[in-house]
């Protein structure tokens, strides 16, 4: 038995998942796991909470350090210190990017629901291009982009790998998504906030694709997701330009409080190499979920888009002639999933499935839908 076959209560935790679905349903949705950390991880908090003194933070040293040897170790990439600026999270550090680049944004979809709330939070609009969709397998589409861009735009938002529809884009396409943006002359706000959660191909942070890259790009990225700690907030923006780096710390000045100690302690913890172990047992463990899931969604004949990262599942439920299949689901299976027009204004036939689960909650979930959609089926026929 794993680790993660454990079940554990998480209602009454003031838990958005479990306590905020206005039902009793089964909850697939936020995009957080139903997983206990790494023992290491909350070693270093329980170590911190134990000290039993919570002054001002200062001393981030330590977790910059562990961040900066861990780009190394993972993704032979070269950053230093001084190129990391801290943000409360990945979605306001966002937001500032957003801010500071002073325009339009453009992004294809779908895209992850708070990434389109972005342009109302940050004062501005967006451009939203569909990405190309063969058979279920999703990629940029630049032709499309290039009709669609304006004068005014300013900002290209790429999500890698990517909530919902799980790509994890190669470098080829990386380098499309550097010479699109070079030529229109945007910045590039990049949320790698999954970039540990890869089970097909490596993740490649964009800033190590080419100079223009390194030079244009905001990456922003947390332990919230690899280390299933986004109610211990805090992330960083990768800013290697300096120039762009000052003016992004400038228009942070006055907005963020004393660093929090307990999400550092966990921050630290996930990136000096402690919970390494750990961190590879989840994989192996969301990979086996993955698999089960898609061959049963194919038993059931309904359609998934292959993930190769993330652990969220984008679900084509267009062909059974349900009108919201998000509705169907929940009040016909009991199983609250997220709903594809969150993602996609044309989104209407899918449904987004979170299999950060124990093996059992994902199965009693399937179960449970794959009921629902033969009770439709021949009422249908
Ligand atoms: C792609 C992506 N970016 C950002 C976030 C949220 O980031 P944070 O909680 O660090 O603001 C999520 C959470 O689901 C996400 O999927």
Known sequence: MSQFDTIIPRKGTFCAKWDRQGGDYLPMWVADMDFRCAPELLASVEKRLSHGVFG?????????????????????????????????????????????AGGKMIYQTPMYSHIRRLPKEARTTAIEVPMKEEDLYFTMDFDALEAAIDEETKVFILCNPHNPVGRVFSREELLKVADFCEKHDLLVVSDEIHCELVFDRPHIPFFTVSDWARNHSITLSSAGKISNIPGLPTGFAIIPNREMREQYRDICLGLFSTPNALSFAALCASYNGSCAGWKRELLSYLENNRDYMEERLKKMGLPVVHNEGTYLAWIDVRGEGIEDPFTFFRENAGVHMNAGTEYDRNGKGFVRLNFGCPMSQLKEALDLCEKALIAHRNKRS
């Open 56 to 100: 001002y933070g200062a001393n981030t040293e330590e977790t910059g350090e562990a961040i900066v040897s861990h780009y190394k170790r993972l993704y032979q990439a070269d950053i230093s210190i001084e190129d990391l600026v801290w943000i409360p999270s990945v979605m306001p550090g966002a937001n500032l990017a957003c801010r500071l």
